[in-house]
T-cell receptor, first 109, second 114 residues
Framework: AQRVTQPEKLLSVFKGAPVELKCNYS??????LFWYVQYSRQRLQLLLR??SRESIKGFTADLNKGETSFHLKKPFAQEEDSAMYYC???????????FGKGTRLSVIA | NAGVTQTPKFQVLKTGQSMTLQCAQD?????MSWYRQDPGMGLRLIHY???????DQGEVPNGYNVSRSTTEDFPLRLLSAAPSQTSVYFC?????????????FGAGTRLSVL
C-alpha cells in the first residue's frame, strides 16, 4: 500500500530562517514523489517532482530511498512562502497520486 | 486559458438531497480525478478516470458516483447528501502516461450539508 506521512501539521519559522518540511513514505516499489503547494486563495499547484531534480522558488527536495523520505528544504524562508504544502506519491502504472495530510508553513516577519 | 473549471463554487444542501458537482477541462487531458479536502485529513481521492468511459474508485468512494462520457467532463454525483460530506471538493486533470501525476487543479467547490 502507498502511504505518505507529513508529521507536522503546522510549521512556523522566522523570515530568513531555514525551512524543512518533512515527508516520509511507504511503498514497496520505485515511487515517484512530488510536492504540491496551495497559496492563500490560489489553486493547488505542483511545486516540484523528484525526477526533475530542480530548484523551484528556492526549494529543493531529495529522495532518500534508504530513509524513505522526501523532505522539502529552503535555506532562507520568505513571507510569500507561507502556504499549505502537500507531499504526494505515485506508484507505477496507472496507480493514482496519494497525498499526505499537509503541512501549513507560516513565515513570520 | 480556462484550464479546469468547477461549478458551483459554493453549495448548501439538506441531508438527503442529491446534486452533481461539475468539472470540465479544456486541455484534452486523459486523466481526471476528484478529491475532497478536510481539515487534518489532507486530500483524499474519491474517484478517478484514466480516459473516457473508464472510471475507478479511490480511497473514499462511498456516497459518490462518477461517469466519464467525454474527455472534457467528469461530473461527481452525490446520491443522498450526508453531513459527513461537508467538505471542499477539488477536480484535477493531467496528461496520461509519464505526466499523469502533474495535475492541474480546479478552484474547488465548497459544500455544506445541513
Amino acid at each position: 500500500a502507498q502511504r505518505v506521512t507529513q508529521p507536522e501539521k503546522l510549521l512556523s519559522v522566522f523570515k530568513g530562517a531555514p525551512v524543512e518540511l518533512k515527508c516520509n513514505y511507504s511503498y514497496s516499489g520505485s515511487p515517484e514523489l512530488f510536492w504540491y503547494v496551495q497559496y492563500s486563495r490560489q489553486r493547488l499547484q505542483l511545486l516540484l517532482r523528484h525526477i526533475s531534480r530542480e530548484s523551484i522558488k528556492g526549494f529543493t527536495a531529495d529522495l532518500n530511498k534508504g530513509e524513505t523520505s522526501f523532505h522539502l528544504k529552503k535555506p532562507f524562508a520568505q513571507e510569500e512562502d507561507s502556504a499549505m504544502y502537500y507531499c504526494a506519491l505515485s506508484g507505477q502504472g496507472n496507480t493514482p497520486l496519494v497525498f499526505g495530510k499537509g503541512t501549513r508553513l507560516s513565515v513570520i516577519a | 486559458n480556462a484550464g479546469v473549471t468547477q461549478t458551483p463554487k459554493f453549495q448548501v444542501l439538506k441531508t438527503g438531497q442529491s446534486m452533481t458537482l461539475q468539472c470540465a477541462q479544456d486541455m484534452n487531458h486523459e486523466y481526471m480525478s476528484w478529491y475532497r479536502q478536510d481539515p487534518g485529513m489532507g486530500l483524499r481521492l474519491i474517484h478517478y478516470s484514466v480516459g473516457a468511459g473508464i472510471t475507478d474508485q479511490g480511497e473514499v468512494p462511498n456516497g459518490y458516483n462518477v461517469s466519464r462520457s467525454t474527455t472534457e467532463d467528469f461530473p461527481l454525483r452525490l446520491l443522498s447528501a450526508a453531513p459527513s460530506q461537508t467538505s471542499v471538493y477539488f477536480c484535477a486533470s493531467s496528461r496520461g502516461g509519464r505526466n499523469k501525476n502533474i495535475q492541474y487543479f480546479g478552484a474547488g467547490t465548497r459544500l455544506s450539508v445541513l
